[in-house]
């Protein structure tokens, strides 16, 4: 069973910085891929960043060199750090998992980030 809890959220100014944390199951941790979507109220879910098994990553342009995503293998734990954070940037942050080429995707419960003056 895959499960994923993830943590960091929470209230920035604009131009300050947060990491979020995302703890899966270590039985699927090393072969899967990993990432992060987010959904702005009234917005469709859009991918942000995501990190393969062999650490290749892939960003949306829009967080392109200000958001680094990370995994710790050891920790079971993949981490985006956001800097340099936009009001637009607010959002629901998923975290999720698939095993690549299945298109199947398994989501953690979210976390919000909110960035305003």
């Known amino acids: 069973q895959v499960q994923l809890v993830e943590s960091g959220g929470g209230l920035v100014q604009p131009g300050g910085s947060l990491r979020l944390s995302c703890a899966a199951s270590a039985s699927i941790f090393s072969s899967y891929r990993m990432g992060w979507y987010r959904q702005a109220p009234g917005k469709q879910r859009e991918l942000v960043a995501y990190?393969?098994?062999?650490?290749?990553?892939n960003y949306a342009d829009t967080v392109k060199g200000r958001f680094t995503i990370s995994r710790d293998n050891a920790k079971n734990t993949v981490y985006l750090q956001m800097n340099s954070l936009k009001p637009e940037d607010t959002a629901v942050y998923y975290c999720y998992t698939r095993k690549v080429p299945d298109p199947a995707h398994y989501w953690g419960q979210g976390t919000q980030v909110t960035v305003s003056s």
């Open positions: 990190i393969t098994s062999g650490g290749s990553t």
